[in-house]
Structures are given as structure tokens and as C-alpha cells.
Nanobody
């Protein structure tokens, strides 16, 4: 059974930083691209960042580029999202996901999802 579990969410002041982690089990993690998504109250889920299976390729939403960094440790079956210079508009539930599809780079074709972790940025 595939499981993705996010950790590290919380409450932070604007301008602060948080690092999210996502631990994967039940799949050959290094065969999958990974991504982070978020959903704010009353809004649709949106793509945040993605990384290829070996970490050689990444893509970011324009709203987070330069502030967020995605990384992975295949030996630990874990993907990370380092978030800096946080803004109130970054407040959302953050989800990690895994993909073997051809459109992972664009935030599509994600097959497995975590339950999400809440990030709240106060002004």
C-alpha cells in the first residue's frame, strides 16, 4: 500500500521559513517524480513545485520561484520543500504527490497523494 505522509507544517510569521517533509512508503520511490501542491480555503488546488526522479530537473510555480526549494533524498524515500520569505498568501494545506506520468513537470499525472499539512502565515 502506497503512503505519502507530510510533516512540518505550522504557524509562522510573514518573512519566516518552514521546511516540509514527505515520507513515502510502499513504492519504488526513486522511480517517481515528486511534486508539492497546495490548496487555500475556497480555492482550487494548485501546483507549487516538482522534481524528477533523480533530482536533475525541477519546476516551480511563478508565485514561489526564488523563495521555495524542492529537494529529495532517495535513500530516505523523502521529499522536502524548503519555504523562505513566506507570505500570508502562502497559507494553505500543502500536499506531496508522486508521478510516473509524462507530464509531472507541469503538475499533471500524479497518481499518489498525501493527506496534507497545514501551513499558516500570519501578517
Amino acid at each position: 500500500q502506497v503512503q505519502l505522509a507530510e510533516f512540518g507544517g505550522g504557524l509562522v510569521q510573514a518573512g519566516g521559513s518552514l521546511r516540509l517533509s514527505c515520507a513515502a512508503s510502499g513504492l519504488s520511490f526513486s522511480d517517481y517524480a515528486v511534486g508539492w501542491f497546495r490548496q487555500a480555503p475556497g480555492k482550487e488546488r494548485e501546483f507549487v513545485a516538482a522534481m524528477s526522479w533523480n533530482g536533475d530537473s525541477t519546476n516551480y510555480a511563478s508565485s514561489v520561484e526564488g523563495r521555495f526549494t524542492i529537494s529529495r533524498d532517495n535513500a530516505k524515500n523523502t521529499v522536502y520543500l524548503q519555504m523562505t520569505s513566506l507570505k500570508p498568501e502562502d497559507t494553505a494545506v500543502y500536499y506531496c504527490a508522486a508521478s510516473k506520468g509524462g507530464r509531472w513537470y507541469y503538475g499533471d499525472d500524479y497518481h499518489f497523494w498525501g493527506q496534507g499539512t497545514q501551513v499558516t502565515v500570519s501578517s
